[in-house]
């Protein structure tokens, strides 16, 4: 009874659920207002997205006559409780261990297209030809970014696997402990391969300019999108900003978890504080400066660059160094 | 509830219309969030691509008989609570279109228009003028 | 390749170069084309700007009774082309720079600058007219010293009558240089000379063409 409750409360609450929720936000925020400083503009507050969300729920809900309801409405909650339920996988160093003795990495690795899933479904319910096209764009911008994913997985649990000897370490609890002991991650060198493709997967999967291809608003009006409005608009925007911690929280676990001396409250701080450091340096300033790619030059891009990257660290793992 | 209400108010995103402009006051909208000169986003405001996500509608150009029908079709799909903008002068009296022969007309006599922005075009700075009115007037219009 | 890694770190460096309004006054050239101001007392009802405005804003209705006419221009449809400015021969309609032009739509009928011009009488024959403006008066009948001043409250053709009544000034014949020898394209009376010569309700100055 009492892990039930322990594990309700790590998803709801902390590291999932509400903390996420906040933390997404706040970064999301962040972003916006360092975008703006980078393109010498003043920006919005930071705490602009809370704020569109406040708005979102006095607007009223329009479904079209063609639609689906039934997944048109669903759609969003998919993606938003899937990414709620991944945060409680992402282990907080020094506060959180993440769910010890299991294997997580692939669970993750299952759970992170959801919101893209979300994205899917909710545009081929709402019966637009533009959400048709944002549903194909958006499958075709998965195929790309998953295979890197899936291959700097596979690298860091065969490192870490090959020096505990167990072959591959599928839990991100153990590849914390392994690097609390032995090093980050991030800075062997036989892993930054695998962390350059990591940098370049987060925009693809964040949506983010120059990838920001299935939800182009100057090219098929907002795509998947188009059709929502209201309350259901708002839980795609949760789903997306509990995406970004999700990734970014796993990356950190991945390459730089490391702790600080004090407690709870400061190695909190501490994440959030990483987490926000790599998000300004694979999705800020990315995003500042860029346009956008044509869906089949995204796709080659992934072929050309993140994979052959993470596969190089993934055979330099395998093979023991 | 008041407080949720004027932190509502404080993201406006913004839909622009077409109705048969000649682009001036396009242009003009355009600037008005592109160049980093007159940044909308200050005021949490954003240009959004599809009508169903809009707060306040900024429409240009006298009504054309061409596109009147679309302009009506795509101004119902905007969710309510919106307030409507015209801008430059041609949708408030038709502008120097006046009287033509393809003109409907000015365009508050299909679509209740809220707020007058008159120039041709006008500054970016009246636009953003006309934003923070219409955003007062859709506080006063939630109850706020 | 990374030179945008360049301009993004010049970017943050110079800070931004966003124009402070609404939170502050923004900077408006003194000569920015805003709304039309009318001068009642230099109008002179030539409806020129009337004729000429690009979008029909311009209107001028005569009183019933008689003692002058309401000048309206209705911001909504005036296209700040400056037609009325360019045109008015006594300056009496400007462009000031205001642009402070957002209203709610109830005060769409009232965005108006209302001006009411009155008329006066002739001292003559009593007709209805406006008075001449100073400015005109002394580009008509200044050259040579005239005394106007009489003039100004007097309908056209009342000025007419007394323009031809008053003394008009003919300089003499020894005075008007001959056609010099050899210089057969030179035209005989100069700009400045024709000035010299009054000729009543005409100011161009006669040009004359070398036979």
């Known amino acids: 009874m009492q892990d039930i409750l322990v594990a309700l409360f790590h998803m709801i609450v902390f590291p999932g659920g509400a903390f996420a929720l906040t933390l997404g936000l706040l970064l999301k925020g962040l972003d916006r207002k360092v975008e703006a400083r980078l393109q010498r503009r003043v920006g919005p507050p930071i705490v602009q997205p809370f704020i569109d969300l406040v708005k979102l729920t006095t607007k009223e809900t329009l479904i079209p006559a063609t639609a689906n309801r039934t997944f048109f409405l669903a759609a969003p909650l998919i993606g938003f409780t899937g990414m709620a339920v991944c945060a409680a996988f992402i282990p907080v160093p020094g506060v959180y261990d993440g769910m010890p003795g299991m294997g997580d990495m692939l669970v993750l690795f299952y759970l992170l297209p959801l919101p893209a899933i979300a994205l899917m479904v909710g545009g081929s319910a709402s019966s637009s030809p533009f959400g048709a096209i944002g549903f194909s764009r958006e499958m075709t911008m998965m195929l790309a970014y998953e295979i890197p994913l899936l291959a700097v997985l596979l690298a860091v649990a065969l490192k870490v696997g090959h020096a505990t000897g167990v072959g591959a370490e599928l839990s991100l609890a153990s590849v914390v402990a392994y690097q609390a002991s032995t090093g980050m991650l991030g800075l062997d060198p036989v892993m930054l391969p695998a962390l350059l493709a990591y940098l370049l997967f987060l925009p693809g999967t964040a949506g983010v300019p120059p990838f920001d291809i299935p939800e182009a608003e100057t090219e098929i009006i907002e795509g998947p999108l188009l059709e929502y409005s209201g309350p259901a608009l708002g839980f795609f925007h949760l789903g997306a900003a509990l995406k970004t911690v999700v990734v970014l929280g796993l990356g950190v676990a991945m390459f730089f978890p490391g702790t600080v001396p004090g407690g709870i409250v400061p190695n909190v701080l501490w994440f959030a504080l990483k987490c926000a450091g790599l998000m300004l340096l694979s999705l800020t300033l990315v995003k500042a400066a860029t346009g956008r790619f044509r869906i089949d030059q995204a796709f080659t891009f992934y072929l050309k660059l993140p994979t052959p990257l993470a596969m190089a660290s993934l055979a330099l793992a395998w093979l023991g160094f | 509830m008041n407080l949720l209400k004027k932190l509502a108010v404080r993201s406006p995103w913004l839909y622009r219309i077409n109705a048969g402009s000649c682009n001036g006051c396009d242009v003009e909208l355009a600037t008005t969030a592109c160049i980093p000169r007159y940044d909308v986003e200050r005021l949490g405001c954003k240009y959004c691509g599809s009508p169903r996500h809009a707060d306040i509608v900024l429409i240009t150009g006298p009504l054309t008989a061409r596109v009147k029908d679309k302009v009506l079709r795509v101004w119902d799909e905007i969710p309510a609570p919106k307030i409507t903008v015209a801008v430059g002068i041609c949708p408030v009296s038709g502008g120097v279109f006046r009287d033509g022969y393809p003109i409907e007309g000015p365009l508050d006599r299909y679509i209740p228009i809220d707020i007058n922005v008159p120039g041709c075009p006008p500054r970016p700075q009246a636009i953003i003028e006309g934003v923070v009115k219409a955003r007062d007037l859709w506080l006063e219009r939630i109850g706020g | ?211």
């Open chain 3, 1 to 211: 390749m990374f030179g945008f890694l360049k301009v993004l770190a010049r970017n943050v460096l110079k800070g931004p170069s966003t124009d402070p309004f609404p939170f502050a006054e923004a900077h408006t050239p003194a000569r920015f084309r805003g709304q039309v101001r009318l001068d009642p007392a230099l109008c002179v009802g030539c409806a020129i700007c009337h004729h000429v405005c690009a979008g029909g804003a311009i209107n001028i209705a005569e009183r019933e009774d008689g003692s002058g006419y309401d000048f309206t221009v209705w911001h909504n449809t005036c296209a700040l082309c400056g037609l009325c400015r360019h045109y008015c021969p006594t300056g009496a309609i400007t462009l000031s720079n205001d642009w402070h032009n957002a209203h709610l739509q109830s005060q769409k009928y009232d965005w108006c600058e209302r001006q009411f011009v009155p008329f006066m009488q002739c001292e003559g024959c009593g007709a209805h007219i406006r008075p001449l403006p100073p400015q005109l008066a002394a580009r008509a009948y200044g050259p040579g010293g005239f005394d106007f001043a009489s003039f100004m409250r007097l309908c056209p053709s009342c000025r007419q009558l007394a323009a031809a009544r008053a003394d008009v000034h003919i300089p003499e014949a020894s005075a008007m240089p001959a056609a010099p020898a050899g210089h057969a394209d030179e035209p005989a009376i100069r700009e400045g000379d024709a000035n010299a010569v009054t000729v009543k309700g005409d100011e161009t100055p006669a040009t004359g063409v070398q036979q």
